[in-house]
């Protein structure tokens, strides 16, 4: 072959392999762009969704739209929150919390109504209340307690508390005032009755005892 025809081969040579190669940059430029476009859809309907789904739950707990009914709460005379007259008016801070009614059954127990959101209300007051005062009160009195975990119900209460001072001989007076007004706030969201507590190393929350009074 001369040299022309040797010329004329690899001109032809070189026309495919850029022929094929313009093939392959432009299939790379769609394949690319195509995914851009697939993680920009993707990602803006994730975040669309992830905003309705905020939007959602915000009206789902919106106490506007929640249906409201009045709940009856029975509990003993001595365990009331505030003293009731003998003709069963609510005192005003009973009715600030939400109370529409006291009744006195005979002489043992006091039933209360209450709207159910006003009840849920007065619950989460209260056992913020409970659980500060109770904090507070164990803190001043002894100097070992570091802090007090709980869980919704407060039948589980949890007194950490630094170990190498921890005296086991209070164990037995801290769980008796814990216990106290925990099961009062048990009564008033007519839950099961108890409580156990459990002393914990303030550290590494390792149980050191529990007690149940």
């Given at each position: 072959?001369?040299?022309?025809?040797?010329?004329?081969?690899?001109?032809?040579?070189?026309?495919?392999?850029?022929?094929?190669?313009?093939?392959?940059?432009?299939a790379?430029?769609?394949?690319?762009?195509?995914?851009?476009?697939?993680?920009?859809?993707?990602?803006?309907?994730?975040?669309?969704?992830?905003a309705?789904?905020?939007?959602?739950?915000?009206v789902?707990?919106s106490?506007?739209?929640?249906?409201?009914?009045?709940?009856?709460?029975?509990?003993?005379?001595?365990?009331?929150?505030?003293?009731?007259?003998?003709?069963?008016?609510?005192?005003?801070?009973?009715?600030?919390?939400?109370?529409?009614?006291?009744?006195?059954?005979?002489?043992?127990?006091v039933?209360?109504?209450?709207?159910?959101?006003?009840?849920?209300?007065?619950?989460?007051?209260?056992?913020?209340?409970?659980?500060?005062?109770?904090?507070?009160?164990?803190?001043?009195?002894?100097?070992?307690?570091?802090?007090?975990?709980?869980?919704d119900?407060?039948?589980?209460?949890?007194?950490?508390?630094?170990?190498s001072?921890?005296?086991?001989?209070?164990?037995?007076?801290?769980?008796?005032a814990?216990?106290l007004?925990?099961?009062?706030?048990?009564?008033?969201?007519?839950?099961?009755?108890?409580?156990?507590?459990?002393?914990?190393?303030?550290?590494?929350?390792?149980?050191?005892?529990?007690?149940?009074?």
């Open positions: 072959m001369d040299n022309k025809g040797k010329f004329k081969k690899l001109t032809v040579i070189v026309m495919i392999i850029a022929v094929v190669i313009s093939i392959i940059s432009l790379w430029v769609i394949i690319f762009k195509d995914a851009d476009e697939y993680e920009r859809t993707n990602r803006e309907f994730f975040e669309q969704t992830a309705v789904g905020k939007h959602t739950q915000a789902n707990n106490t506007d739209s929640e249906e409201t009914y009045d709940i009856e709460i029975t509990v003993p005379v001595s365990f009331v929150l505030e003293n009731i007259n003998s003709d069963s008016r609510l005192t005003n801070e009973q009715k600030n919390m939400g109370f529409k009614s006291a009744t006195f059954d005979g002489e043992s127990s039933t209360y109504v209450i709207s159910n959101t006003d009840h849920r209300k007065f619950l989460m007051n209260y056992r913020y209340e409970v659980v500060t005062e109770l904090e507070n009160s164990l803190k001043a009195d002894y100097s070992y307690v570091d802090q007090i975990d709980y869980n119900s407060l039948s589980e209460i949890i007194v950490k508390v630094n170990s001072a921890y005296r086991s001989a209070d164990a037995q007076s801290i769980a008796t814990a216990s007004p925990s099961m009062i706030y048990q009564l008033y969201a007519d839950a099961d009755v108890g409580c156990q507590v459990s002393f914990a190393d303030a550290q590494t929350s390792r149980v050191i005892e529990t007690v149940i009074p």
